[in-house]
């Protein structure tokens, strides 16, 4: 299986890119990874609501250069799982016939309709709220949870 992901805007802090790091030496066991760091469109303080679409419209067309495969675009209307039920999915994408799966986390301001649209599987990760960065680390680590549940592994439990 190969896992894409596609990320709108770059880690900042050490240690975020120190802990996305890890996570991805860890998926080489399991999958071939790839990531796609896109740039965040600028706005200013302060954008309205035309100038926040314009940028996710912007944003979407870099994103649908690297979408591909089975789909999963992170979005707060998405589906809220358990580990192993994203397992389930995963595995579940390449019985189907997937090689790839991509998972596409947008800007602060989200994604655009259109790349939600593209989804097989929309994804929320939690209803709480959570600095926009520190979802790539979390979407890393389960999808590193997920290739661990599906190969029994310890890591998991």
């Known amino acids: 299986m190969n896992i894409n992901l596609i990320a ?4 900042k802090e050490d240690y975020l890119r120190d802990a996305c790091g890890e996570y991805i030496k860890r998926l080489g066991r399991f999958c071939a ?10 706005l200013g303080d302060s954008p309205s609501q ?16 690297y979408a591909k495969g089975y789909v999963i675009p992170m979005c707060i209307e998405g589906k809220q799982l358990s580990s192993p039920e994203l397992s389930e999915k995963i595995s579940q994408a390449g ?12 800007s602060s301001f989200g994604l655009h309709e259109e790349i939600k649209s593209m989804g097989q599987l929309k994804l929320s990760m939690s209803k709480m709220t959570f600095p926009h ?11 590193y949870r997920a290739f661990q549940i599906a190969s029994n592994g310890r890591y998991h439990k």
């Open 95 to 106: 019985v189907n016939g997937f090689s790839t799966a991509t998972f596409i986390i947008g």
């Open 133 to 143: 960065q520190l979802a790539r680390v979390m979407l890393l680590e389960q999808i």
């Open 50 to 65: 035309r100038e926040i679409e314009a940028a996710l419209a912007r944003e979407a067309a870099q994103i649908k250069k």
């Open 8 to 11: 709108v805007g770059k880690l």
């Open 33 to 42: 990874f790839e990531l796609h760091e896109l740039d965040e469109a600028r």
